[in-house]
């Protein structure tokens, strides 16, 4: 298992990102906690100081199985754990939701889940698949977020893209009354229709929006800068990142009916931003981009402001 992934299942084919265990079939809430290694509680305790004293205002969140210290919080900072994670999107998709993975990162520290929902688009003639992820931290670095994550069934991309008619994502904080807060997720976090009616029509705008080959390496090239006093290398390894850019706008066979236009160049930026190696490959580097992909991809957001800029 790679150094930030502690947990993780998949299911059918091993995804793009390389990571988790691999079972014959998406499993129901109870059986997925298991399965991703998440059947763990966060018990809240106080904080000592060296010579007893007890730190006023901080908890540490500890996690129940090894006693793991996940994270020191304020007193305001109310727990969500993994098994109401579940909860809500078993509340918010309906009984028998299968969940595709779920996993731990970072010993604990930020934990995911994600379904696929029961309706698949046609969107331009093809096959658009919508999944809801929902991630959550134990160490207080961050909040409670839901996102609807649209995939490309034919290539298995993502295309998170920030659209500026509706949104894609939810998120809350761990304070206040974190009851009415999932309630007022469960009453508006149905936008995945409304985020996927949306993408239905800018993808139609952006198949209407012809490029030439020159803007295309124009936007490529404005995608990946080349710094100023970059040295020979590092100029030679932007030019790499370019040409990979390019093969995957006018050489993909799943793009060549697809007429020369934005809607193409969006799908060749987001292939390559889920699917290339970086030049320098870390040891994170497929749960970096996992991550990417779940919390929605800079790269790819970038491209479709200059498209619509453009």
């Known amino acids: 298992m790679a150094a930030n992934v502690e947990t993780m299942f998949y299911t059918r084919e091993k995804p793009w990102h390389g990571l988790g265990t691999k079972v014959e079939k998406a499993p129901e809430s109870a059986e997925a906690l298991k399965m991703a290694g998440l059947d763990w509680q966060v018990l809240q305790e106080p904080i000592y100081t060296d010579a007893g004293d007890k730190i006023s205002g901080y908890k540490a969140n500890i996690r129940s199985t090894d006693r793991k210290v996940l994270g020191v919080v304020t007193d305001r900072y109310k727990v969500i754990q993994n098994t109401e994670a579940f909860s809500f999107t078993d509340a918010l998709l309906g009984r028998g939701v299968r969940y595709e ?120 090239e404005l995608l990946l800068p080349v710094e100023e006093n ?17 093969n995957r706008y006018f050489d993909a066979p799943d793009l060549q009916d697809t007429g020369k236009n934005a809607y193409r160049f969006i799908n060749a930026v987001s292939d390559f931003a889920t699917h290339a190696k970086p030049l320098r490959q870390t040891a994170n580097y497929k749960e970096n981009m996992f991550v990417r992909t779940i919390e929605g991809n800079p790269i790819i957001d970038r491209a479709y402001q200059m498209l619509c800029a453009g």
């Open 101 to 220: 993975t779920a996993g731990s990162l970072q010993e604990g520290r930020k934990v995911w889940l994600l379904a696929r929902l029961p309706r698949e688009y046609i969107i331009s003639g093809e096959r658009i698949s919508p999944y809801l992820v929902f991630s959550n931290t134990h160490d207080g670095s961050g909040a409670v977020k839901a996102a609807v994550t649209p995939v490309r069934v034919v290539c298995n991309n993502t295309l998170n893209l920030a659209l500026r008619t509706s949104k894609r994502s939810w998120s809350m904080i761990h304070t206040g009354n974190i009851s009415e807060k999932v309630q007022e997720a469960e009453d508006t976090l149905f936008l995945a229709d409304k985020y996927m009616d949306s993408l239905a029509g800018e993808f139609e705008r952006l198949r209407k929006q012809t490029l030439s080959d020159q803007q295309v390496r124009k936007y490529i």
């Open 230 to 246: 970059a040295t020979p290398v590092q100029t030679n390894n932007i030019q790499k990142l370019r040409q990979d850019m390019e």
